[in-house]
């Protein structure tokens, strides 16, 4: 089985389907591979992803986990609003829909669950979006793509 497709696809959890329709019609393979990367550690803390230099902001944009909590926040250094809404189980990164609002700035962390993370200056809005696939010994595997 590919680690990309993790959770169970179910209508009511699923924003954007990856394609296909109803009736039972087949959803399309998943084609956004995005970068894996491991978030933690043995030490308790907050540990960041950097998921590149933002063209809006010209800083460095991401994600941090705390491995305290299991919450996610989001990263940004030039940007001074910082939100997450858990978009629940999906199947694959383009299972995450686009931006539903919300202001909370931490999400717990759920397997197979997707997040979109909104950065924003004032001026400039970025998004980046991640798959939590899964959690051990103080360490979270997630998959993302940005922008």
Known sequence: MNPKMLGVLTAASLMISCGGGGGGAAAAACTTSGNTVNLGGSVVGNYTASFGISPAFGGVVGVSFNNSSLNFIGYANYANLK?????GAVSCLESIGAWTGGTATAA??????????????????EYARFIAESYSNGIARITWAYP
Request: hydrophobic share 40%; no cysteine.
């Open 108 to 125: 717990a962390f759920t397997a197979g669950h997707g997040y979109i993370l909104k950065y924003s200056n004032g001026v400039s809005t």
């Open 83 to 87: 939100y997450i809404v858990d978009v």
